[in-house]
């Protein structure tokens, strides 16, 4: 029996990673989310926004780097976000313009405006690869890590590592931050409000003098800074790569739908469900397992419910249990 | 029409000079198709062996020896077997350089070389398969089979004291097939096999892969993947959870950009890759300059099929025949010497000298360009060179 070690390693591998990973979907699923309460369609271009959103946070990061700007320990994409999500704003906003506007003043159907956002997400997917191409860019600077496995290992004398890294930390306390603004955004402003009203009855929130253009603008410009947000920490933790950003839409769709499209709360547990899930299927236990039993009793085996190939697997049969089981989500969205 | 009129003329020459036998060698390579652009400088490499035998003048019963170009296609098992069908019934071919990748050389040696009984020597198929085929002693390559470097890593691991390892292959062809060679050389060798898992190429994120391999644990982590893909993703997410400190990279994982991105954890790593440190490799690409000044002859398996030639033609010296069934015996002995190692080394450039001493009887060992040494079963041993990883710079250990 050993704890501690236990404990260390289920950190190491699994708390650690999972709460990384799901601040990053819960943070793309809010965009969804957002979207779809208030729009009223799947936008299915979020996850290429996501990647759009990175790429210009990667184009500031070298601007700044090469005058000189760093943000000491911290990734200078931090600094270049604030920019990055102006350029994204002005990108969708643009796109509303060109696409959805026209959809929306003939009252098009929702499916017909989420055909609509698949052809946008096509082109912006090209539009991507014609800025940065399809390599792979790694733009994370600063400090690698906050705890690093060795420096762990030597302080406590613990036989298992624990490493935190910089751009973990980062991912989790923006992500806190965000969900905050967003929430005093929602609940407490003037705009919020008007959003929210928007999105329970649009003929009612119209009649009541809101005007639906300040609205919908709005709402763009949170998706894009959110999805900026959430591509850019994902490309910090990992890298950048824009075919990645395309596969991430289905795990961010099956976590906004999981926790009820249109409820923000729903998004954020249906992120942490969805990313909690792929990793304690895929883990091999038998580690963690072996610390907590006495040696010699679980043999050879690694304990491992699925391989890691199936991993993407994971959120669609959660996906399909809660469309069978509660349709609505989690908390209950539309 | 001029050029074809000149060749026909010094055709014509080289015949009427020619006081007896006429030997062409069928080289069958893959002029077109995917390696198309490698191709053209291999069969430079062998018409340069054959022009170097024939500029000496000692090859026995004065043997001028020609090539016979043919294309394999490298993909295309059935038009590989037709050329080779073609170079033996229409050319008269004494022995086939080729074919070059592993499917249409297994097509070529079971349908044409086993029935015709010709010799076919492969300077470029890697597939470990071609090394449990039966040929009837009929089939060499002068490249190492892809499964070798399996046993060249296990040896490296069990003259470190490596107890137990991990494997984590890229999920393609190469990767699995240079991990089971690397997993079944090592149990071979005492050393524990933890893990033997897959990762996905073009990955953002390796975190669950490396869960495994450490749950699975072990003294070293074989990376069996390529550098600039899923290899790297995995060496960084074990990194970053520190999962393993040693890492094993084979040929695939070698490059500047590992060293580059990963940087200090990678201290004190170590692996192997394909490498030649025959003496004579310098003095081919020489050669190479001289008899084409457009001619790179490090482009890959050009030295390959040079030495292929070589051997085939020394081989007919030594048996004093042109005919495979006689002389494919002589090609172990020509390249390998005596066992006790007396016989005389041949570099490139020596051919001549080869004709000579094998005309007086002598032994000879050729090394050619890329050191050529067969085993049993007419795979070469190959080169390689050990590395470790020393203050960022891949430092070489040895060459086994």
Redesign the interface.
Known sequence: MDILNALVAFANFVLVPGLTYGSQLALGALGVSLVFAVLRFSNFAHGDTMAFGTVMAILFTWMLQSWGISAGPLPTALLALPLAIAATSVMVLGTDRLVYRFYRRQKAKPIILMIASIGVMFVMNGLVRMILGTREVQFADGERFLLAPAAFRTATGLAEPLGIRTSQAVTVVVAVICVAALFWFLNRTRTGKSMRAFSDNEDLALLSGINPDRVVMVTWIIAAALATIAGTLYGLDKNYRVFVYFGMLLPIFASAIVGGLGSPIGAIIGGFVIAFSEILVTNAWSKILGYLTPEGWLGEGLYQALSTDYKVAVSFVILIIVLLVKPNGIMGGK | MKKFLLATAACALAAGSASAEDVKLGVLLGFTGPIETIAPNMALAAEMAIKEVNDSGKAANGWVFSAERADSTCIDASAATSAAERLVTSAGVKAIIGADCSGVTRAVLSSVAIPNGLVLISPSATSPALSDDPDEGLFYRTVPSDAREGVIMADVLAERGVKSIAISYS?SDYGKGQADAIAAAAEAKGIKVT?N??H?D????Y??????L????GDVLVVAGYV?QGGKGIIQATV????F?VFGLPGGMFGESLTQ?IGAPLEGSYGQHPSSDAAGYQTYLDMAKAYDPSFDGSTNFAPNSYDATAIVILAMQAAGSTDPKVYKDKIMEVANGPADGSGEVINPGELGKALELIAAGKAINYEGATGVTFLENGDVTGRYREYEIKDGVWETVKYR
């Open positions: 999920n893990i898992a897959s996905d073009g990955k953002a994120d975190s669950a892969e490396v869960a495994a450490a749950a699975a644990g600039d970053d959870t520190g999962a400190t991105t």
